[in-house]
């Protein structure tokens, strides 16, 4: 089979893309760039899409779903195979080239029954299946041969398991439940019932006699047949479990010989253990007892001084006190300069509020400021007022002024102009009221009030009439205005009287003003002069100063204070200076030199204390050494005495021979086990009794297995002698209860006999099947060794010769050239793979597929030497079956030509 051309309709995130395929085809490109999904379209369309719960590489875009693949096969030619989704894992359709169609079947039968499984394990992998080769068995490699080589599936082992299932379900020696010991106990009660009926009757006695007769024979017979193949059976199991209890038989003899040897358990192990506890404690015995030797002579170099020793108390203290001296002496400073401006500050406010005297009996309460405050605010409040009233007098004033020169003037041309001031009187008020009426009205309609323009109409009739009935004489109308300008006159010499008494309010409240204000600068003893405006200022002068002068004695307090500490603080330094022979200095350098001199009586009082302390310890860490010491020799001398030896030598010589014994008596336990098992599958042969052992148990098992042909052929003709009388039997009966029992009966030990056959078919097919298994174990195991050891000579450049089967204790063992052997778990990772590579190639020649290799990048651990010889072993191969090979190493490509490589670049390819 050849893939000729891949035509992905929509598979991932490749969409109507074809691809050609040569004999060996390159696939390079980098990562996400189609390679894994192109191998697994290849796999889907082989073997169908994934199922449900695995990544289907079903198209993003809505582009439909699958391809097809056209291929070259022996069987039929050039096909097309397509797979759709119409199903969970596709719909096959094979096109073939004379219009026809296939399915399911076509595909099938060009597979030859491999599946994906098979696939991947053989046909398809990449470099992480190179990397198992380590763990694969001998049992595992021929099991595998067997059923892969067979029908390509593991079929045939999950058939053994089958097999077995069924004939423990169809029958056990000593069962109840299993379908042939069920019937046979429900065949008994018949028999039982039978043979009641048959008392009753004895028309038919003569024939069931002779049948019964036949029965019989048949059930002796089968009871021999029985026995025979419990003979086979046991020549089988004789044939295995002979050689080992002619090797048991010799092992004993030979711990026979050794049976004196005696030493102790673990006796090896317990010395050595021993000796590596007592290699220490020696070691540091010595070194304490150097130790002890230069810590006692340390001891009696020390000297420490008592006397300066009592004064660390005071010492201490000083220190302790010393940053706080030192903190009050900048503090001192500090604060002279804050009294020194607070005297200023305060000399400035006496200067700018003319008070020189103490205020500190001055009332600076919160009243006293708020009565303060007020009276500054009415202060302020009257000279407003004043303000207003002047204005508003001069106002009145010029409105009073105009309209007595308006009376005089109306007096003074009434009777010349009377008559044409009336009229053009009446005139203007018409028109102003027609002015005010239409202004009225668009107001109205504009601002949307229905009331303004209904209101207008009303005033402009009312203005109307008025102009209608003032339509009088002139004289009427001159006096009517000067009573009117009169009218104002009177109003305009009220308001002019009204602000005069006004004036004379204000200078009332001013005055009582003016007194209060005298009283507080007498009380605060503030200038005359102090105007209203600058009251509340002085006032918080006032306030400010006398903080300052309570500031000023606090702090001056404070510094007395302070001043006191540092100088009993300093008297206690001379002391100290006197008591420590000190130089004379700063009051920090003092301190320092002093703190010195303790410390280093300290150091040496702790370290006279310490080296004591260490001393006691060594000491007492010696003594218990000195125990353990005795105790370790003790113990040597009764392992010694354990294994009769006098010297070490001789102890490692009786453990020596005590440990060949131990490993016979291990050998022996797993023979007897082994022979144990082999023994309960014995049935008539008792191995304790040797006298019955025969040489040749082959010749043997083909005796009884002649003898077993020849009886079931006597089966088979008294089964028919049986029938014969049976028919006789069923003539001689009538209808009733016995017929029918004898009706069941003869139906139930048919059933019986079937079931029985079908074990017999079963365990025949299971014999069959593990003799198969195992003759093709033998012969097409090394076949395929074979054929990888050509493969791994090839790939390794002749480095390795020989490539041996992994038995079930180890794995595959490789042969250098050299005669050096090697396990498949000690070679480097790249010959490694290069072993599973081959063996790889040789199953797939072993199995004679024409199926194409699938390798995804299996060559990244190579280096160049090695990846030439794959190459060019893949360029063989490539003769004879196609090898398509996916890689993201641009390197790799050249090895190959250009023909061969198809560049991939995400849903293109170049």
Known sequence: MKLEILHIYGYGSIEKMDLSLKDITVLYGENEAGKSTIRSFIKSILFGFPIRGQYRYEPKSGAAYGGAITMMTEEYGRIRVERIPKQSVGEVIVYFSDGMQGGEEVLQQLLKGIDI????????????????????????????????????????????????????????????????????????????????????????????????????????????????????????????????????????????????????????????????????????????????????????????SADLLKQEALVDECRLSHMSYESEKQELELMNRSIAQMKKDLLTLQESTGVLRDVQEIDTSLAAKEAMRQLVQTAQRLSEQKHQLDERFTEVKAQLEEQEERVQHIKGK???????????????????????????????????????????????????????????????????????????????????????????????????????????RNKYALPHSLPHSQLLSAFEKLEKMKQLQREIMLKTQQYEDIMKRTKQFEQKVLVLKQSFHVASGSISGMLHSIYALVQAEKEKQVKKQRVIEELAEKQAEYEELQHA???????????????????????????????????????????????????????????????????????????????????????????????????????????????ELLHEWEVRKENLREQMKKWAAYSVAKTMLEKTKARYHDEQLPRTLESAEQYFIHLTNGRYQRVFAPTDESGFIVERKDGIRFAAHELSQATAEQLYLSLRLALADTLDRKLPLVIDDSFVHFDRERTERAVSLLHHIAQKRQVIFFTCHAHLLSFFDNAETIQLKGAEFV
């Open 414 to 520: 009434r009777k010349g102009h009377a008559h044409k001031s009336t009229s053009h009187a009446n005139i203007k008020v018409l028109a102003v009221g027609l002015v005010i009426s239409i202004f009225l009205f668009a107001a109205g309609l504009l601002i949307g009030v229905t009331g303004l323009s209904i209101f207008s109409l009303v005033f402009f009739a009312g203005t109307v009439v008025f102009w209608m009935m003032n339509r009088a004489p002139r004289n009427d109308v001159v006096k009517q205005l000067e009573e009117v300008e009169l009218f104002k006159l009177q109003q305009a010499e009220k308001l002019y009287e009204r602000i005069l008494q006004q004036y004379e309010e204000w200078e009332q409240t001013s005055y009582e003003l003016e007194k209060e204000t005298e009283r507080i």
């Open 629 to 739: 010491h005795a105790a370790y020799v003790k113990e040597r001398d009764e392992l010694w005495q354990a294994a009769a030896a006098s010297s070490e030598e001789s102890f490692y010589q009786r453990g020596k021979e005590y440990e060949e014994v131990q490993s016979m008596k291990r050998q022996l336990s797993f023979m007897n086990t082994q022979i144990n098992i082999l023994q309960e599958r014995l049935h008539l042969v008792d191995i304790t009794k040797r006298t019955i052992w025969i040489n040749n148990y082959e010749e043997l098992y083909e005796t009884y297995t002649k003898e077993l042909q020849r009886m079931q052929q006597t089966e088979r003709q008294l089964q028919e002698q049986i029938a014969k009388y049976q028919v006789e039997i069923t003539g001689l009966e009538d209808g009733g209860a016995y017929p």
């Open 117 to 304: 499984g098979l696939f991947e394990s053989v046909f398809s992998f990449d470099m992480h299946g190179l990397q198992n080769i380590r763990q694969v068995s001998r049992t595992d490699l021929g099991n595998y041969l067997f059923s892969a080589g067979a029908v390509g599936t593991d079929i045939l082992l999950r058939m053994e398991k089958e097999l077995s299932s069924e004939i423990e379900a169809l029958f056990k020696p000593n069962g109840r439940k299993p379908i042939i010991n069920a019937g046979l106990q429900e065949l008994a009660k018949l028999g039982e019932s039978v043979k009641k009926w048959r008392t009753k009757l004895g028309l038919y006695e003569e024939w069931q006699r002779k049948k019964r007769e036949c029965e019989e024979q048949m059930a002796a017979l089968r009871i021999e047949q029985e026995q025979i193949r419990l003979h086979i059976q046991d020549c089988e199991t004789m044939q295995t479990l002979q050689p080992l209890l002619l090797q048991r038989q010799k092992d004993e003899d030979f711990l026979h010989t050794f049976s004196a040897v005696s030493f102790p358990v673990n006796g090896i192990a317990r010395y050595e253990a021993l000796m590596a506890e007592w290699k220490p404690i020696r070691a540091r015995m010595a070194a304490l007892e150097q130790k002890i030797q230069d810590e006692t002579r340390i001891l009696n170099e020390l000297r420490v």
